[in-house]
């Protein structure tokens, strides 16, 4: 016997409706931050918001992830000199004049600062294959899943009243060495989490429509 019965409570149209819009008009709040204060947080906030990511759907259930989950002061300085010179490479030589053009709305630059002000910062690596079995196994959809596990761990992190940035240093090779992760890891995203700080400003950006993104057929 594989199988089990499904835990699953039927809900009415009308709650339906209205958690759906109440879901809708809590994420439209959520924002990418890049300035944090150093206030703490408790760490089993941080564990249940990996929690919340680990039980996304993955590719024949292989959950290839892992979460490195940072609050060491010396192991975050290092994370920051190591990514500020890979983006004083992309802001000055790597990335191309439409790509900086694209950028410009942010006011981004080579400083990293919420790398060190954060209290925590999720490192996660996407396993591209087991190296637990001999000889080692294969992963399917590997950037599916950890892709749809980041957007679960974004969406806990929101929902636990703390933000986040989805940040990406190019090449993030850094993070392997520094974090001292196997080969079958390979870095996917660097979120630093925390309380933004008070002066904390966001761009003014707009989302696509209804009609813009989707269609009904
Ligand atoms: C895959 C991915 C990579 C990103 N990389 C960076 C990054 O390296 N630095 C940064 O400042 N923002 C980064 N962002 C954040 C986007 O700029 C941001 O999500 C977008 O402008 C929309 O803003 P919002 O998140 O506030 O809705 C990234 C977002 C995604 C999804």
Not at 85 to 95: L, P
Not at 104 to 121: D, G, I, R
Not at 135 to 155: D, F, Q, R, W
Not at 193 to 201: Q, S
Request: glycine share 2%; with cysteine; hydrophobic share 40%.
């Amino acid at each position: 016997m594989t199988l089990t019965k499904l835990n699953h409570k039927i809900i009415s149209d009308k709650d339906i409706l209205l958690k759906s819009q109440h879901f809708l008009n809590e994420m439209k709040n959520r924002r990418s931050v890049r300035n944090f204060s150093d206030r703490p947080i408790p760490l089993e906030a941080i564990k249940n918001i990996v929690m919340t990511a680990s039980s996304a759907p993955s590719g024949a259930n292989k959950q290839p992830w892992k979460f490195i989950i940072i609050q060491d002061a010396d192991i975050k300085r290092k994370i920051r000199i190591a990514a500020e010179k890979e983006e004083k490479e992309f802001y000055t030589k790597r990335a191309s004049e439409a790509w900086l053009k694209d950028l410009k709305v942010f006011e981004t630059n080579e400083n990293k600062e919420f790398l060190e002000e954060a209290p925590y910062l999720i490192a996660v690596f996407k396993i591209s294959y087991s190296a637990e079995t001999n000889p080692p196994s294969k992963h399917y959809y590997v950037n599916e899943s950890v892709g749809i596990a980041c957007g679960m761990l974004i969406t806990a992190i929101h929902n636990a009243g703390l933000v986040t940035l989805t940040h990406t240093p190019s090449p993030m090779g850094f993070l392997q060495e520094i974090l001292n992760r196997p080969k079958n890891e390979k870095p996917y995203l660097l979120l630093p989490v925390g309380f933004p700080a008070e002066e904390a400003e966001v761009p003014i950006i707009s989302k696509k429509s209804f009609e813009e993104v989707a269609k009904v057929i």
